[in-house]
């Protein structure tokens, strides 16, 4: 069934899912287990276009065609309902697992069922449900929030839960299992019944963050994003539609905007990728008023407000990038930022026999003219980093590095870009050293250094320092400042140095570059052969050096014309020492 997406409700356009459905995405290639509490109504007009795989583990036994409340048949309206009003946000889904449970090994029952056995395993998990109340004293530590972690990471999938409806008189109130690492916790909004976001609140029962970090003083941001969940009008047990408040409303909007992501990609997002751009593209908000702002992440919006306009125009920006060993880093080129724009990466906990492990990953932005540093974000625990501008720049660098490897041989991170984006090579140095072959004591000669950036960014305040042994002088400065090397290019550096004493000399020069904070090093080495002034002599008649010059003199590098069979012998004529036998 056509939806006119002019006369969808409010939430669907004021968190800008319209843009997707009028590019033609309705989010019918996923898949989607819904875990719940009292069935859904499956029969509902707006619900029996899709392909309903149900399975009742509470009890008493219960029918999904005759459920107990219409709290999960609105649920599932918000994902996929097709009524030309009361649209959902995919309503093109082809597949629900619909699984009806209480307790959460029911719920890992339903997992099994519908991820792990399944020969068309869902794609994606929704929970608009809690398994307890606030998250103290869990730091992402509980067997819940564990089980969770392992089944995103282990099967690539989303899971995507509310975050809880304990309200903002207290913070840590989210609800378990919302504070695992790699869930996506979902706050309520209020649009206010207007298509305009400037005038959505968030939710005063919306549940706060932060979740501590086990064995640290550290936290992390908790909830990770918001999504309307205020008045939201969709279909209920009763073949009709209803009106419901509260978190429970707000994850189905992210959970169903993540099939829209599929339905334009499809297998090619990853779980991290996904989460990546979700946040990238989230509005952010100001902690204390809500207006729209530049704090970044908080504990009542997240990383911020559902976007998925901008999530639209954002979505080719995003990949998922391999970092293998410990302190690998990678840059990252990007252009035309300006104020407000961030980049957004994320990675996920693994767990390992009955422990948590997080992998540190280390971010730094730069100025790309110059190489100024913007923006760090370097938590530990965390797995959830973002970076943002505070202003309008042509480019920039990111940089990004392992810190820490915990746990594997490397880590898969999403990372998501306000525009498009290049990895790129770091800076890299080739120097080229060079001279005259030989020079006599005393003689001025010209040493050059040419230094070509090899890298694809430039290299900034590049130095290049020469060395020399004892017995040669270096007139100039021995440290030459070459400025900033762009991509592929090169500069000279030059000097004077004099000789007074002969012999082989090697000659040393080191560049260095402090670029993005790394010290960048090359050197080269050049042979320099200094030779006694001195004159050659030649005497055909007897085959002495006498010191008598019969034929002429030449310069050490030259011989007599026509010679052969000759003695060529060397007379200083400083000392009156001769070198011929």
Not at 25 to 35: E, Q, T
Not at 76 to 99: R, T
Not at 439 to 467: H, K, M, P, Q, R
Not at 469 to 489: E, H, K, R
Request: net charge negative; aromatic share 10%.
């Amino acid at each position: 069934e056509f939806v006119d997406v002019d006369e969808s409700d409010v939430s669907i356009q004021a968190m800008g899912a319209d843009s997707w459905h009028s590019a033609g995405y309705d989010g019918a290639i996923g898949d989607i287990l819904s875990l719940n509490s009292g069935g859904i109504y499956t029969s509902h007009p707006s619900l029996d276009h899709i392909n309903w795989i149900s399975t009742c583990l509470i009890s008493p036994p219960c029918d999904a065609q005759n459920p107990f409340g219409g709290h999960d048949t609105v649920v599932a309206g918000i994902i996929g309902g097709d009524h030309n009003l009361y649209s959902g946000v995919s309503y093109g889904v082809d597949k629900f697992y619909n699984g009806m449970t209480n307790t959460f090994s029911q719920a890992q029952t339903a997992i099994t069922w519908a991820v792990i056995n399944s020969p068309d395993t869902a794609d994606h998990i929704t929970m608009s449900k809690s398994f307890g109340g606030g998250s103290a004293p869990y730091c992402g530590d509980s067997f819940q929030e564990k089980y969770v972690d392992e089944i995103v990471d282990f099967y690539d999938v989303n899971w995507v839960k509310s975050a809880g409806n304990n309200g903002q008189n207290s913070d840590k109130n989210v609800t378990l299992p919302a504070g695992a690492y790699n869930l996506l916790a979902v706050g309520a909004s209020d649009d206010l019944n207007t298509v305009s976001r400037n005038d959505d609140v968030l939710s005063p029962t919306s549940s706060l963050g932060p979740v501590d970090i086990c064995g640290s003083n550290e936290q992390r941001i908790k909830p990770d994003i918001v999504a309307p969940g205020v008045g939201i009008t969709n279909t209920d047990q009763a073949g009709s539609f209803s009106t419901g408040s509260g978190t429970s409303f707000a994850a189905p909007h992210v959970a169903a905007s993540i099939l829209l992501l599929e339905d334009r990609y499809g297998p090619v997002f990853s779980t991290v990728e996904e989460k990546a751009l979700l946040f990238n593209s989230a509005e952010d908000r100001d902690y204390s008023t809500g207006a729209s702002g530049n704090d970044g992440p908080d504990n009542r919006w997240g990383q911020g407000y559902l976007d998925m306009a901008r999530a639209y125009f954002e979505s080719n920006n995003v990949d998922k990038i391999n970092f293998v060993g410990e302190n690998d880093t990678k840059y990252f080129l990007t252009s035309s930022f300006s104020n407000n724009d961030k980049i957004t990466s994320v990675w996920n906990r693994h767990i390992v026999g009955n422990a948590g492990v997080v992998n540190n990953l280390d971010f730094w932005l730069y100025d790309g003219s110059n190489g100024f540093l913007l923006d760090e974000s370097n938590y530990v625990g965390r797995n959830i980093e973002q970076v943002s501008f505070g202003g309008a720049y042509n480019s920039a660098v990111l940089k990004a590095r392992l810190t820490d490897l915990n746990e594997g041989i490397g880590e898969d991170v999403g990372i998501a870009f306000t525009n498009s984006f290049t990895e790129v090579n770091g800076p890299s140095f080739l120097t080229d050293l060079d001279s005259q072959g030989n020079i006599f004591c005393g003689e001025v000669v010209n040493v050059t250094a040419n230094v070509t950036n090899l890298g694809d960014i430039g290299a900034y305040s590049v130095l290049a320092e020469l060395e020399v042994p004892a017995g040669l002088t270096v007139l100039t400065s021995s440290i030459v400042n070459l400025g900033d090397v762009q991509s592929n290019n090169n500069l000279e550096a030059q000097w004077s140095i004099t000789a007074n004493a002969s012999g082989p000399k090697l000659l040393e020069v080191g560049v260095e570059s402090d670029s993005y904070g790394e010290i960048v090093l090359d050197e080269d080495t050049f042979n320099l052969i200094v030779n006694n002034q001195s004159e050659i002599c030649f005497d055909g008649f007897d085959n002495n050096c006498n010191g008598v010059v019969n034929e002429g003199c030449w310069n050490a590098t030259r011989m007599p014309p026509g010679s052969s069979n000759v003695t060529l012998c060397m007379l200083n004529l400083t000392t009156g020492n001769s070198t011929c036998p």
